[in-house]
């Protein structure tokens, strides 16, 4: 190669790293909507090639119809809890009251336990004040949860007319031989829909365990602390602990200690089990993922994509370990 071709060369490799970077810093607001897309597509992928290569159908027509079924199946349920919940915690932001008559139960407790005075004037006001930004958040998490619907929709349609061109170009210009290729896809497609399908059934599995508890022990309004114990899975180790431990406290506060304790109890035996049970039956079935790589994919992923870290920080996790597996196979051990 003369000298002139690699300056061709390694021109074009440094427009194009430049390119992707700003493309990428533009792209992320919309990016849990592009891989909300790819997601839906790896799932509904083998209904089309059914329907487009074994029954004929037209492929344009067919992706409108699959679209129907990801609003139906998907977006709909998704798009009434979220409605749900930010409705809930409006209601709070507009009227504070019963949530600060919440908090001075609390407060009363931790008085009368340790002397500290929770409720200052200081304590209040800081509340008070951060409530205003709480409705703001909400509303701006409305419109980027209804925006990056609309890119899922828009994307997705693409996917799926030209799905065989764009994963046949993307086979292309993997950077492995032809075995490693099938190593690499594989391992994305089993980790994509294990995730894709395995943490929203934990989730309802678990928050379906959560609400019985939160009724049978006396919690107001269950179904909300259910549905939020259904978000709270995805986080790593604490998970539903993170809304049932203080509805314990608050039991407890409020002199309701045996439904306090025996919901902490419920909590320890029944949700916790309940989520190593399923967990261990959905490795098993899909993607036998090593648990340290779910949790510090989960962690890495949140910070990265948002919600959909929950899929691809798993993802990205497992890919690095098969690549470096793939290039000490390779070009060590050799």
């Known amino acids: 190669m003369s000298m002139k071709?690699?300056?061709?060369?390694?021109?074009?490799?440094?427009?194009?790293?430049?390119?992707?970077?700003?493309?990428?810093l533009k792209?992320?607001?919309?990016?849990?909507?592009?891989?909300?897309?790819?997601t839906v597509y790896i799932l509904l992928r083998p209904q089309m090639i059914w329907l487009t290569d074994r029954k004929r159908m037209k492929r344009s027509f067919m992706a409108i119809l699959l679209l129907c079924e990801t609003v139906l199946i998907f977006l709909i349920p998704l798009s009434c809890v979220v409605w749900m919940m930010i409705s809930k915690l409006q209601a709070i932001n507009l009227d504070p009251k019963n949530l600060m008559d919440g908090i001075e139960h609390v407060a009363d407790w931790i008085r009368l336990k340790t002397g500290y005075e929770l409720?200052?004037?200081?304590?209040v006001n800081t509340i008070v004040a951060t409530l205003?930004?709480?409705?703001?958040?909400?509303?701006?998490?409305?419109?980027?949860?209804?925006?990056?619907?609309?890119?899922?929709?828009?994307?997705?349609?693409?996917?799926?007319?030209?799905?065989?061109?764009?994963?046949?170009?993307?086979?292309?210009?993997l950077p492995f031989n032809r075995e490693n290729k099938k190593d690499v896809l594989r391992e994305f497609h089993m980790v994509v829909r294990?995730?894709?399908?395995?943490?929203?059934?934990?989730?309802?599995?678990?928050?379906?365990?959560?609400?019985?508890?939160?009724?049978?022990?006396g919690v107001f309004g269950a179904f909300f602390w259910g549905v939020l114990s259904?978000?709270?899975?995805?986080?790593?180790?604490?998970?539903?602990?993170?809304?049932?431990?203080?509805?314990?406290?608050?039991?407890?506060?409020?002199?309701?200690?045996g439904n306090g304790i025996g919901l902490a109890v419920y909590a320890l035996v029944v949700i916790g089990n309940v989520?190593?049970?399923v967990r261990g039956l959905l490795q098993k079935k899909m993607a036998d993922t090593h648990p340290l790589i779910t949790i510090f994919g989960v962690v890495i992923g949140l910070s990265l994509f948002g919600f959909m870290g929950v899929i691809f920080g798993p993802l990205m996790l497992a890919?690095?370990?098969?690549?470096?597996?793939?290039?000490?196979?390779?070009?060590?051990?050799?």
């Open 132 to 173: 205003p930004r709480v409705g703001q958040m909400l509303m701006e998490g409305i419109t980027n949860f209804a925006i990056n619907v609309l890119v899922l929709l828009f994307v997705l349609y693409f996917m799926l007319i030209g799905g065989k061109k764009m994963e046949k170009y993307i086979n292309g210009i």
């Open 275 to 277: 989520d190593n049970l």
């Open 27 to 38: 792209i992320t607001p919309f990016l849990g909507g592009i891989l909300g897309a790819l």
């Open 119 to 123: 409720l200052s004037k200081g304590n």
């Open 319 to 334: 890919l690095f370990i098969l690549c470096v597996e793939i290039f000490r196979e390779d070009y060590l051990d050799s």
């Open 230 to 257: 259904c978000f709270a899975t995805i986080i790593p180790i604490i998970g539903t602990g993170l809304v049932w431990i203080p509805l314990v406290l608050y039991l407890g506060a409020t002199g309701h200690w």
């Open 194 to 217: 294990s995730n894709a399908i395995g943490v929203p059934l934990l989730a309802i599995i678990q928050g379906i365990a959560a609400f019985l508890g939160y009724y049978l022990f």
């Open 5 to 24: 071709e690699q300056y061709w060369k390694y021109s074009l490799i440094v427009i194009i790293l430049l390119l992707g970077v700003l493309i990428f």
